[in-house]
C-alpha cells in the first residue's frame, strides 16, 4: 500500500502506460482518476480497476483542450477532494515524423500541441489543485530521443526535449509548495502503439537494437512511476529517471 490515502490523475491513462499506471497506482491503494479522450477504452479500464476491487474513475478529457482540461481537474477535485500524484502521460510519435527538413510542419505542431501543450495544461491546473492538497508529486514523459541523437524523429525529439527542460524549471518552481516535479524517460516500450511503430517506421525497431535488455513492458514504467509518486522518492526532484533497457550504455 505505498500510495494508500493519495489521488492520482493520470492523462493518457486509458491505454499503454498509462493504463498499467492506473492498476499499480490502485493496486498499491491510490485513487485514480483517469483523463482519456478514448470514452471506450477509458471506461473499460475503469471497469477493469474496479473489477479487482481498486477505486478508479474515468473522466474524459482532451490534454490539448484547455477548457476540457480546467474541467477535468475541477472534477477530480468534485469527485476525490484533492489531488497528490499527477501523471502527465499523454502524448507519442508518429510514422509522420521525419528530419526537420523533410517532416510536415503540421506534425511538428501536433507533436507540440499533444506532448508538451498536453504536459503544460495537465501542470497548470493538476499544480494548482496539488498545492490546495498540501503538496505532492508530479511526473512527466519525455523520451530516450530527448537525451541521445536519432533519425527522423525530429518534431518528437523537440518536445520531448523541451519536456525535460520544462520539468527542471517547474521543479524549482514549486519546490516551496513542497511539489516535486521529476519526469520518466523510456526506451522502446511494448505498447500498442509502439508495436505498430516497430513495424512501420524502422526507427523504433532500430533503438530496440540498442537496449541490452530488449523491449520495455508497461508495467516497467508504470513500476518507476510508483516510485517517483510514492513518499520513497521524497528527496528526489528536477530528475529524467531513463527506464531504456541499456540503450544508453550500449
Known amino acids: 500500500m505505498r500510495m494508500k490515502g493519495k489521488v492520482a490523475a493520470i492523462t493518457g491513462g486509458a491505454t499503454g502506460i498509462g493504463r498499467a499506471t492506473a492498476r499499480l497506482f490502485c493496486a498499491n491503494g491510490a485513487q485514480v482518476a483517469i483523463l482519456d479522450f478514448d470514452k ?29 482540461v480546467k474541467d477535468a481537474f475541477a472534477q477530480v477535485k468534485a469527485h476525490y477532494g484533492a489531488l497528490h500524484v499527477l501523471h502527465n502521460n499523454a502524448g507519442g510519435s508518429t510514422i509522420r515524423d ?16 499533444l506532448d508538451l501543450f498536453g504536459t503544460w495544461l495537465g501542470s497548470k491546473y493538476g499544480i494548482a489543485l496539488m498545492i490546495e492538497s498540501g503538496g505532492g508529486s508530479v511526473i512527466n514523459m519525455t523520451s ?8 527522423r524523429k525530429d518534431a518528437y525529439t523537440a518536445a520531448k526535449g523541451a519536456i525535460s527542460a520544462l520539468t527542471r524549471s517547474m521543479a524549482v518552481e514549486y519546490a516551496a509548495h513542497k511539489v516535486r516535479v521529476n ?6 516500450t511494448g505498447t500498442d502503439r509502439v508495436k505498430k511503430l516497430l513495424a512501420d517506421d524502422g526507427v523504433t525497431a532500430n533503438s530496440l537494437k540498442g537496449q541490452l535488455l530488449g523491449l520495455i513492458e508497461p508495467e516497467d514504467i508504470a513500476q518507476a512511476a510508483l516510485y517517483l509518486a510514492s513518499d520513497e522518492s521524497r528527496a528526489v526532484t528536477g530528475h529524467i529517471l531513463t527506464v531504456d533497457g541499456g ?3 550500449s
Open 98 to 113: 521525419n528530419q526537420v527538413t523533410e517532416a510536415p510542419d503540421e506534425e511538428f505542431w501536433a507533436k507540440m500541441k
Open 40 to 68: 471506450q477504452t477509458g471506461k473499460q479500464t475503469e471497469a477493469e480497476i474496479r473489477g479487482a476491487g481498486g477505486d478508479a474513475t474515468f473522466i474524459e478529457c482532451d490534454v490539448t483542450e484547455p477548457a476540457q
Open 247 to 249: 540503450l544508453t550504455i
Open 183 to 188: 519526469a520518466i524517460a523510456p526506451g522502446a
Open 144 to 151: 530516450i530521443f530527448a537525451l541521445i541523437g536519432t533519425h
